[in-house]
């Protein structure tokens, strides 16, 4: 019954409310990707994809069930991807992935979990460096990780989904920090759903990580926008030393 209540008043928010200001009406956000391909082809680190279903991510956080369906219908997602290794949290228990499934399932919002695959906690040692914490760049390119990509990219084909995990910032999360260049790799941008049900572009989301690098001189109004690839790369491996899990070495020897 609560599962049900929080549908509902997640919906006659969703119907009620206006449009935040950052946020493009669903009806506009296929013309906005189509009008501005060539732009972002220019200027992201990959290609954007010829898909009209965008490919979201989010961060539960301290979220209640209803602004979380809120936020979803608003951006009409069709399916939750949790891309936590483990789907549960013991501070927010209503993102266990039983109550969470059951609640997304009166709104026709499917559940899938991909954690297995895609999650941030790999049980492969070899993703992990000598000091124990993880190795997005290795983690990318293991066979399993791909099929996790895979299945995500084929979900996305037909409808909208989200990459959902715990924190709200995607640049501290690794669906920012290791599986979005997978995404980019394949020619999908993927869009940050951050507070509020307000929209994070990639590349507005590269720019905050480069800033935090202090490497602005390879930001979006930047002369050296040939050089921002390495940039980019290298402000990745510095954010996730920061905020990749981290297993002590010794446990990796048998995970």
Same mark, same amino acid.
């Given at each position: ?12 928010? /969703? ?11 669903? /009806?506009?956000? /296929? ?59 013991? !501070?927010?228990?209503? #993102? ?24 941030? !906690? ?32 084929? =979900? ?42 307000? =929209? ?17 001189? #390879? ?18 491996? =510095? ?11 010794? /446990?990796?020897?048998?995970?």
């Amino acid at each position: 019954m609560k599962c049900r209540n929080s549908f509902r008043v997640a919906q006659k928010a /969703a119907d009620k409310s206006t449009t935040p200001r950052r946020i493009l009406p669903l /009806a506009d956000f /296929a013309a906005f990707r189509q009008n501005t391909s060539g732009l972002l082809r220019a200027l992201s680190m990959k290609p954007p994809p010829d898909s009209n279903s965008p490919l979201f991510t989010i961060g539960h956080s301290s979220l209640e069930l209803d602004g979380f369906l809120k936020i979803l219908l608003t951006h009409e997602v069709k399916i939750v991807c949790d891309v936590r290794s483990r789907p549960g949290s013991f !501070r927010f228990p209503q #993102f266990n992935r039983e109550p969470l499934e059951a609640c997304l399932a009166p709104a026709e919002i499917r559940y899938e979990f991909l954690g297995e695959t895609l999650g941030g !906690r790999p049980s492969d040692p070899r993703a992990y460096h000598e000091d124990g914490i993880v190795n997005y760049e290795e983690r990318r390119k293991a066979a399993d990780f791909r099929a996790g990509i895979d299945r995500a990219l084929m =979900l996305s084909s037909a409808t909208n989904i989200v990459l959902m995990c715990a924190e709200e910032d995607p640049l501290q999360c690794h669906r920012f920090l290791m599986i979005s260049p997978a995404l980019l790799d394949r020619g999908i941008t993927p869009v940050h759903i951050r507070r509020g049900g307000e =929209l994070e572009s990639q590349r507005e989301a590269e720019d905050r990580l480069l800033k935090l690098h202090d490497l602005t001189a #390879f930001d979006s109004g930047s002369l050296f926008i040939s050089e921002r690839d390495v940039a980019l790369q290298d402000a990745l491996r =510095l954010q996730a030393r920061e905020f990749a899990f981290r297993a002590s070495p010794e /446990a990796t020897e048998y995970l």
